[in-house]
């Protein structure tokens, strides 16, 4: 089993190398409060971290008096790495709108680790990034990945992570024009990937009739039997009852809600069915009719209500702007302290943009944390994370310190102090 489960992770890139980073306020990211202590990473996994951890013979010590050392952020719904120029379809890989494939399209062929989002958003302290595709033809929009921000070509953490899908306005709209409509075809859909389990040599995918193709009905197999979570993009409250009700039908449905603008007008019911929630933090607008009970306390009173609740950024600008994850998590400290909003206590808030998302994939074991046998992704801030006025120093992916630079830093540098001879051409005289 475990050949199994390691078998899924590929990129791994162990530093062999002993690291102690001493003296600084470690947030380890699984919701317990700030300490003050050390972290140790060895060849690429967390050892230990917190008080009381004591800095083994032979480590190179990196001294973070006065910092803080916190696990990397995972950005926890996001499309980074699938777009470079929105406008250019060339550079453009978040949806697929001529194709007669859906569910099994995987996204992992369209990352492109050198757009300069990722740069920017390693930059700001995100180490790995939960990347769907969008859905375009079809409410199955394909196969998510989690990735790691090193901007290597091997950064994909985990393929095939996840399946994405739109019900709600979004899919009512591809389906047809309804919300029946979507449900109708969500479960023809999933009957023909049971047809196609039961007789894979009589399945007959290019019948004008079928919905799936042989590939998207195979890519829907460990959807149904739990193998691999369902991603469900849904916002309003009475949406996401039915969305949680399809597991009367569907039992071993893995669900994970996305968005969840009015999930807290159902969050009772949402904590009863145990579906964990990436949610965006700050919708107060009606944006449309599924949002016409949009309040920033919406992620506050989910977690209130006892829902495993993590921060994303679906339709957030989400293939470059993940960046706004910990100022989000800090507004929602802050709300705390305002008379009749509900947010989140500074762990929680951090734990939600680290380990949560983490967990809602499966994949709390491996990374979103500074618990021993975690991926050793720790970043130095200068303070608070979650303040705006902190920055990341330097940044560590699977023990591996990484640059902070950017393009934008480096044609900062390039023209804050110009030199004759060290300009482009146009500047000739």
Known sequence: MMCGVMGGFIGYRANAE?????????????????VAGTVVVRDGRV?????????????????????????????GFSR????????????????????????????????????????????????????????AGSMFAGQGAVIDLSGNANDVTRPRAFQFIEFGEAGARIAGGSRPASHAMFRNMLAEARDYARNPGGYDGR???????????????????????????????????????LRTEFPKLRLVLVGATEGWTVARDIAAAGVPVIASALNDLPAGFEQLAATQSNIGRMKAAGVQVSIGTIDDDDPRMPIRTTQYAGNLVALTRIPGA?????????????????????????????????RGDVVIWSGDPLEVSSAPERLWIDGVEQSLATRQTRLRDRYLKPQEGALPKAYDR
């Open 80 to 135: 980074l790495g699938l777009v470079e120029v929105d406008a250019v379809d060339p550079t453009n890989d978040g949806a697929a709108r001529n194709t007669v494939f859906n569910a099994s399209l995987d996204v992992a062929n369209g990352l492109n680790a050198r757009v300069p989002a990722i740069a920017i958003n390693r930059s700001h302290g995100i180490t790995r990034a939960v990347v769907a595709p969008d859905a």
């Open 207 to 245: 019948s004008k009739d079928a919905m799936l193709q042989r590939r998207d009905a195979e890519a829907l197999l460990p959807v149904i039997d739990g193998r691999m979570p369902l991603v469900v993009h849904v916002e309003g409250g009475p949406d996401i009852l039915k969305v949680l009700a």
């Open 47 to 75: 050892v230990a971290a917190g008080a009381g951890v004591a800095v083994p013979p032979g480590a190179r010590v990196v001294d973070a008096t006065g910092k803080w050392v916190a696990a990397g952020i995972v950005a």
């Open 18 to 34: 002993t690291v102690a980073i001493t003296g600084g306020t470690v947030a380890i990211g699984d919701g317990s409060a700030p």
């Open 342 to 374: 509900t947010g989140l206590d500074w762990a929680s808030a951090f734990a939600a943009i680290t380990s949560k998302p983490a967990e809602a994939l499966g994949l709390g074991g491996e990374i979103g944390s500074l618990r021993p046998g975690r």
